[in-house]
């Protein structure tokens, strides 16, 4: 291989990694000057040249020329007789330019420098993306799905960088195949093992407020504020927004006219039920709008504990607690307190708190019920068993253990 085939190959690789001329002729210098080191030794004085846009290269070795018999160092200085044959004009004290060939190295040190070269462009390479990404952390990445494997899903972007799904940043409903398309937001760049590994998510909260900034233009241009996100991907979302201008209505920008701003979210997400609600210093007022759809009778805080007693008519209790308890965990995490609900009942009619049956049932077991409403034995037997397991993380076997307890008070 000669010099302007080995420049060729070169050029070819800087355009394929998408390196820079100036980083690709300090990378190609450092290496020929590591090369003619390695040869000539330390002390020598040697010089290149790399143009990479003409694809030539030369290579130098600069020495003083002496008088014959007098040379005390061959790397630095080379005898009048020898210098004069190549340049007829030249005289002592003198210096003495001399091209190397790159064939004078050999095939072996010609491969082994091509290999440094590729070690330098990898590890620049990994430098580039990790500087890339680093300052990307909370933007939103669109991707191709290259691979998919059973814990995560490999991403190229669209200049064949390779970026990671985990299966715990995916909502429990996305499905992709190879080649499909999709959205996320940059979660964390780190370096490992001297690899950059950057890191996707979609179930993040800072990925639905990024949506909102693309499908909102108020939010994006800061006249609409989201104070709070809170989310249980693929099932449910609050977000808890406010304006400074009294004349935009927060949560009717962000919903749009007739949802058309929030159903492009709401596809983005698998039809995660999203509640924008309008943020207030009114911490009861905030608790009650956290707590939508249901309608809240009255609140009792208690601060100095951070919860809050939450009283609901029968019929809207189920509405506050939600399906698997989303909405009650949800408005609890949007709000900072934890919310303990009670029903509020017109009728007159016996009824036993739950505290009462510490001697009968485990204290977890009622920490769990209060949990989701069922703060009374009454409130327990008016559910169901299947409707109990559904709301509650106990087994069927111990609510039927309770059901019998509490009928057993009953009788």
């Known amino acids: 291989m000669n010099a302007d085939e080995l420049i060729d190959s070169f050029s070819d690789f800087k355009d394929i990694?998408?390196?820079?001329?100036?980083?690709?002729?300090?990378?190609?210098?450092?290496?020929?000057?590591?090369m003619l080191t390695r040869k000539f030794g330390e002390e020598s004085n040697c010089d290149v040249i790399v143009n990479t846009d003409k694809g030539h290269l030369e290579l130098f070795r600069y020495r003083n020329v002496v008088e014959d018999g007098k040379v005390e160092d061959p790397n630095n200085e080379i005898e009048f007789s020898l210098a004069v044959r190549q340049i007829p004009d030249i005289e002592v004290d003198e210096e003495f330019a001399e091209p190397v060939q790159i064939e004078d190295f050999g095939r072996r040190a010609i491969l082994s420098m091509r290999q440094n070269l590729v070690a330098k462009i990898s590890e620049l390479e990994k430098e580039t993306i990790y500087e890339k990404y680093k300052d990307r952390v909370g933007e939103i990445i669109s991707g191709e799905v290259h691979q998919i494997w059973k814990r995560e899903i490999l991403i190229l972007d669209d200049d064949g960088n390779e970026l990671v799904l985990p299966r715990s940043e995916q909502i429990p409903s996305d499905f992709y195949k190879k080649g499909d398309s999709l959205n996320a937001v940059v979660a964390k760049v780190e370096m490992k093992n001297n690899n950059p590994t950057i890191i996707l998510s979609r179930t993040s909260p800072v990925f639905l407020s990024k949506l909102f900034e693309r499908e909102v233009p108020e939010v994006f241009d800061g006249l609409i504020t989201i104070k709070n996100i809170?989310?249980?991907?693929?099932?449910?979302?609050?977000?808890?927004?406010?304006?400074?201008?009294?004349?935009?209505?927060?949560?009717?920008?962000?919903?749009?006219?007739?949802?058309?701003?929030?159903?492009?979210?709401?596809?983005?997400?698998?039809?995660?039920?999203?509640?924008?609600?309008?943020?207030?210093?009114?911490?009861?007022?905030?608790?009650?709008?956290?707590?939508?759809?249901?309608?809240?009778?009255?609140?009792?805080?208690?601060?100095?504990?951070?919860?809050?007693?939450?009283?609901?008519?029968?019929?809207?209790?189920?509405?506050?607690i939600g399906k698997g308890g989303h909405n009650i965990k949800l408005a609890g995490k949007l709000t900072g307190f934890e919310l303990d609900v009670f029903r509020e009942s017109t009728e007159e009619f016996e009824d036993v708190d739950l505290d009462e049956f510490t001697d009968e049932i485990d204290s977890w077991i009622i920490d769990e019920l209060k949990s989701v409403g069922c703060d009374t034995a009454k409130s327990i037997l008016d559910l169901s068993v299947a409707d109990l397991v559904s709301r509650t993380d106990l087994e069927q076997e111990t609510i039927e253990e309770v059901i019998s307890i509490l009928k057993t008070e009953f009788e």
Do not use: W
């Open 17 to 34: 990694k998408n390196i820079d001329r100036e980083t690709m002729m300090s990378i190609l210098e450092d290496v020929f000057h590591g």
């Open 230 to 320: 809170v989310r249980e991907p693929g099932e449910r979302a609050k977000v808890a927004v406010e304006s400074y201008d009294d004349r935009v209505d927060p949560v009717g920008a962000c919903v749009g006219m007739k949802g058309s701003r929030i159903h492009g979210i709401v596809r983005e997400l698998r039809n995660e039920n999203i509640d924008v609600i309008n943020f207030t210093g009114n911490i009861p007022l905030y608790i009650s709008r956290a707590l939508s759809p249901a309608k809240v009778s009255s609140i009792e805080l208690h601060e100095d504990k951070g919860r809050a007693s939450v009283y609901l008519k029968p019929d809207q209790v189920s509405m506050a």
